[in-house]
């Protein structure tokens, strides 16, 4: 591949991930709207949310298998299709059930067939072995631009439009992914001689097993379910606790951009160094570096200052564990099924995703605050410290289906 060709991959996957993941990061400012406008219950919508991220750890493995056997333009396109019915449903007829339907189930395939994971996926196997961390890092960091972006837009529109008119928005730029996806690996990419061959749908059971059975990917399997627990949380529910705690609702909205502005610099600058370090050391000081930040802001008096500097420390650690994450598989089993075996870890993020957004929902709806909830995303979090800590480095190994 020309290294014009490469680049102009590397820029499509950044623009597409950065939508679909900038879409998702915006649910939270819908959450207090919808039920204000429309009856949408708390619970639903924190159920939602839930079950988004369990049907995206579900189809995640799934969706890598297809684009390590197919390509990852071609799945990313049908990415932006779901995620263009999963918002206009709920927007055209907004109710419980269909902020289920639409949020939960569509929603989630959608981020599944076109996030982080499938573009870094791509670009992990088009890049030069010697470049592959920066170039993942550098396709992060431009994936954050769409949290950044996103976050005033659907604030601005709920303003201008109303809840309703905020979800027909995303809707409509939803419809972004599918030319762009044609430029990221649309037919898969040709593997170098003595390569194993893809898994495909048909050996992605044989092929989670042999990597689940590796104890040092089990480890980093188990470490990513914090991440998904406490960012998921965060997502969901942090412009509520932030409104529960007096300060301008406003200031929701400033501290989710605030946290993708400062993923750009912290996704490059993770995939920049998990060429240079043991990447699990490194995913092991992220994670105590986060869990230290929330317990900091958890327990100090709220203000907007204290917020908007917790913010930016959780932003520049935000994403930074996906190109580590994906550095340190690479290294172990290779890229020819790096988006099957991303999926396969992802899936335990996505698990711990459903527990935190879907237990602050009902805690929320059955206290009225989330008070309780802190000190269980502190323990989380050193847990998944000392998990990849655990790990040994790599020596490469294949895991091929038996």
């Not at 990313?76 to 709920?90: D, E, H, K, R, S």
């Not at 499938?118 to 994936?143: C, D, H, T």
């Not at 993770?270 to 000081?285: F, T």
């Amino acid at each position: 591949m020309s290294r014009t060709a490469l680049w102009v991959a590397i820029i499509s996957a950044a623009a597409t991930s950065s939508m679909a993941m900038g879409i998702r990061q915006t649910f939270g400012l819908l959450l207090l709207p919808l039920s204000a406008e429309h009856d949408v219950a708390p619970w639903a919508f924190g159920l939602a949310v839930a079950l988004h991220n369990l049907v995206w750890g579900l189809a995640q493995p799934v969706s890598g298998a297809m684009a390590d056997k197919h390509g990852a333009g071609r799945v990313m396109a049908y990415g932006g299709l779901f995620y263009l019915v999963g918002c206009g449903l709920p927007a055209l007829f907004p109710s419980n059930t269909t902020i289920l339907i639409g949020v939960g189930l569509l929603t989630g395939l959608g981020v599944a067939s076109a996030g982080t994971g499938m573009a870094l996926a791509a670009i992990g196997r088009l890049a030069p072995p010697e470049k592959r961390g920066e170039y993942i890092g550098i396709a992060s960091a431009g994936g954050s631009l769409g949290q950044a972006a996103m976050v005033p837009i659907v604030f601005s529109a709920i303003g201008w439009f109303g809840a309703a008119g905020a979800m027909m928005t995303l809707a409509i730029s939803a419809l972004v992914i599918i030319p762009i996806a044609r430029n990221i690996e649309w037919r898969p990419a040709p593997r170098a001689p003595g390569a194993v061959a893809p898994a495909g749908l048909a050996g992605l059971p044989a092929l989670a097993r042999n990597a689940l059975a590796d104890r040092d990917f089990a480890l980093l399997t188990g470490g990513f379910f914090a991440c998904g627990f406490q960012l998921a949380f965060l997502t969901t529910h942090l412009p509520s606790h932030i409104a529960l705690c007096g300060l301008p609702p406003a200031l929701g909205m400033t501290a989710l951009m605030l946290i993708g502005l400062f993923n750009i610099p912290g996704s490059w600058f993770c995939g920049w160094l998990s060429s240079r370090v043991k990447p699990e050391n490194a995913l092991g000081w992220i994670y105590l570096l986060r869990t230290v930040s929330i317990a900091l802001f958890a327990f100090a008096t709220p203000t907007e200052w204290g917020t908007m500097i917790f913010a930016a420390v959780m932003g520049f650690v935000w994403l930074g564990t996906v190109p580590l994450t994906s550095a340190a598989i690479a290294r172990r089993f290779g890229v020819s099924n790096l988006g099957a075996l991303y999926g396969v870890c992802f899936f335990s993020h996505q698990i711990g995703g459903f527990l935190g957004a879907g237990a602050g929902a009902v805690l929320y709806s059955a206290s009225g605050s989330y008070a309780v909830f802190w000190p269980v995303m502190v323990a989380v979090g050193v847990l998944a410290s000392v998990l990849n800590w655990m790990a040994k480095a790599p020596g490469q190994r294949v895991a091929v289906p038996a």
